[in-house]
């Protein structure tokens, strides 16, 4: 399998890279800001180059220390996060002439189309929340197709489903795609669901084993230990539906109930994994929220992969990250359309 070349932005966790690497990618460089992603690079790849870094001070001269000048790269991967605004307080500047942290001329898919144009490569992928096409009614989503225009790569984008793809849990994103090398791209076929005749795969098929498992901090399978007024009112949550707000006992009554307070269903692909206050959804027949390496099954992780920092950052590790499956059915389509690529030069 000839080894392709990748470079990983905003690489969070690594979900990203697990399902390139699967493919017989190799990354040149995975960079993220911030200290508990990156001691989770630390401890899962320790070979991989890993740039701690504001991606707003990834310059050119920083870039050619790990990736050398000319280098072959093939594939750009990246999820900048969605509010793409960097709060660092140096960046924060009333002078409109500056980076601010309110304009939108700085949300960080500009600092990703930034590097898209430095290194050159054949392919791009870049993955993020599907609001994000109609946040600011709009005039964001205007201005990465405008920016993406002007960095002459054919492109175009796609939302997809993660159930469609094996990952058992409804997560829909977009994905901007596309390639400088004439190629018509187009984005993988679904595997699962009504069309396929497969059925989608399930919360169940996915954590079931974990739920007789005692705490094991070593694979981050802690369950939080919550407070008797939330036992019972999870106690009254049906299983896949939601905590009846309308019918509780004034002492379980509060404001603002959230996705915290819904439970999964064996026998269904989950909600997606998206952390709040230190907590996913509710187990579908336990009276607690999900661990973190139940989360992480279910957003397709290997309990080989290690979660580091607070259990708050661990499930924003976990909840933040492109599906490891998800982004190998990517991979394999994009290793496919190389493989032509250099059969034919």
Same mark, same amino acid.
Request: no cysteine; charged share 25%.
């Given at each position: 399998m000839k080894k392709y070349n990748i470079v990983d932005l905003f690489s969070g966790a690594g979900g990203f890279q697990i399902g390139f690497e699967r493919q017989g990618? *190799?990354?040149l460089l995975s960079t993220d800001f911030d200290a508990d992603c990156e001691n989770v690079h630390?401890?899962?790849?320790?070979?991989?180059?890993?740039? *701690?870094?504001d991606i707003h001070d990834l310059d050119s001269d920083t870039i050619d220390k790990y990736v050398k000048k000319g280098s072959n790269i093939d594939v750009l991967i990246g999820g900048p996060p969605c509010q793409g605004f960097s709060t660092i307080g140096k960046r924060i500047s009333s002078d409109p002439n500056k980076r601010t942290a309110f304009d939108p001329r700085n949300t960080l898919f500009r600092e990703y189309i930034r590097i898209l144009r430095y290194l050159q490569p054949k392919f791009f992928l870049m993955e993020n929340v599907e609001g994000l096409l109609t946040r600011d009614k709009g005039r964001i989503f205007a201005e990465i197709k405008k920016t993406f225009a002007e960095t002459g790569y054919d492109f175009n984008y796609v939302i997809l489903n993660a159930a469609d793809y094996g990952v058992p849990q409804i997560r829909n994103r977009v994905f901007f795609y596309g390639n400088r090398v004439g190629v018509k791209m187009h984005p993988p076929t679904p595997q699962y669901g009504e069309s396929t005749g497969k059925p989608y795969k399930t919360v169940g098929e996915a954590i079931s084993d974990l739920a007789d498992k005692g705490d094991d901090p070593s694979i981050n399978h802690v369950a939080l230990k919550h407070g008797a007024i939330n036992i019972r009112r999870y106690s009254l949550i049906p299983e896949g539906g939601r905590l009846p707000e309308d019918n509780l006992p004034p002492e379980l009554y509060r404001k603002n109930f959230g996705n915290t307070f819904k439970r999964l269903h064996r026998n269904k692909p989950s909600l997606t994994m998206v952390p709040g206050h230190n907590a996913f959804p509710?187990?579908?027949w336990l009276n607690r929220s999900l661990t973190v390496r139940e989360a992480a099954r279910i957003q397709t992780f290997p309990d080989s992969y290690i979660f580091a920092g607070p259990r708050q950052k661990q499930c924003m590790q976990v909840g933040n990250a492109v599906p490891?499956?998800?982004?190998?059915v990517w991979a394999k389509y994009l290793r496919e359309e190389l493989d032509k690529y250099y059969a034919r030069i």
């Open positions: 990618f *190799k990354v630390k401890i899962n790849r320790p070979k991989v180059p890993f740039l *701690k870094i509710i187990h579908p490891p499956l998800l982004a190998e």
